[in-house]
């Protein structure tokens, strides 16, 4: 059970809340509703494996640059309690798990599922050269919503972009105000980010910046899709929620932004999940 803990915690299993709500929520327009069982079953297990894949490599090529850095000297990989070829291990098999759930899902999921992987194991060395590693990072992540579509289409005809786009601002803002954290530790170290280039001040009014285009490409995508009231219900709280975690994040107080991070973010992508699928229902 401690070995448990131990993985649990190395790859933030709850931070799948971020990804995978957006998976479903393209998986469920695609169809109208609820895709059923199997195609849901899939697109889960599909959506959790790549992202465990994703964490261990970055956890794995990051292991002697966390252990460097004070607030993640101690995390199990970067003191040596998960070896290195276990994680190896990890990734491999669950790129693995990843490439099967798409095979049975239909053929135009196995084949953009090496360029999915390579964009989500690859953001993690991004930050060794750009400062725009945030955004890489929210195009991984905006393939979830991509992916819950020809899951479940098998086509992208008819794909609204727009979502693709929205979740790359919204991931690369809440990405932006977390790397606050770090920003004097990736000055000293070298490392590419927005608060090391810009500051805190500058990279938070940015992070705001990237959310405000979210949340219009989050509108514009629901009007486009005529999704009615209650996506429209849920865009409001979504921009509460984006609006408060901006409020309680300054550029001389960053004691909240675990609450900003996890908390804020995950109830974005929960309640545009259930107010996609609601609006759905209404629709009939």
């Known amino acids: 059970m401690s070995r448990l803990k131990l993985w649990l915690e190395t790859i933030k299993i709850s931070h799948s809340v971020f990804a995978l709500p957006f998976a479903l929520m393209g998986a469920f327009l695609a169809a109208g509703g609820p895709p059923g069982w199997r195609v849901a079953g899939w697109t889960v297990l599909a959506a959790v494996a790549v992202r465990t894949a994703a964490m261990t490599f970055n956890r794995l090529v990051d292991r002697r640059l966390d252990a460097a850095n004070p607030r993640t000297a101690s995390r199990a990989l970067a003191t040596g309690a998960i070896p290195a070829w276990e994680a190896g291990l990890v990734v ?25 992987l390579a964009l989500t194991l690859g953001y993690s060395l991004t930050k060794r050269f750009t400062a725009l590693a945030h955004l890489v990072l ?3 992540l905006a393939l979830a919503p991509l992916g819950g579509w020809i899951a479940t289409a098998g086509t992208l005809d008819g794909y609204p972009i727009a979502l693709s786009l929205a979740v790359v601002f919204w991931v690369a803002g809440f990405d932006v105000v977390y790397g606050c954290l770090d920003e004097a530790f990736d000055r000293k170290a070298g490392l590419h980010s927005i608060p090391a280039r810009l500051g805190r001040r500058g990279a938070l009014r940015l992070a705001r910046a990237f959310h405000v285009a979210a949340f219009a490409l989050f509108a514009w995508t629901g009007w486009h ?20 975690e901006h409020a309680i994040v300054r550029p001389d107080d960053l004691s909240k932004i675990q609450v900003s991070f996890l908390t804020m973010n995950g109830l974005v992508s929960a309640v545009l999940f259930a107010a996609t699928w609601l609006s759905l229902a209404v629709q009939g």
């Open 92 to 116: 491999a098999v669950s790129s693995g798990v990843f490439v099967a759930a798409c095979a049975a899902l239909n053929p135009l999921t196995l084949r953009i599922a090496p360029i999915v």
């Open 138 to 140: 929210g195009a991984a």
């Open 225 to 244: 899709l005529g999704l009615g009231l209650p996506y429209l219900t849920g865009l409001v709280l979504a921009g509460l929620a984006l609006t408060y």
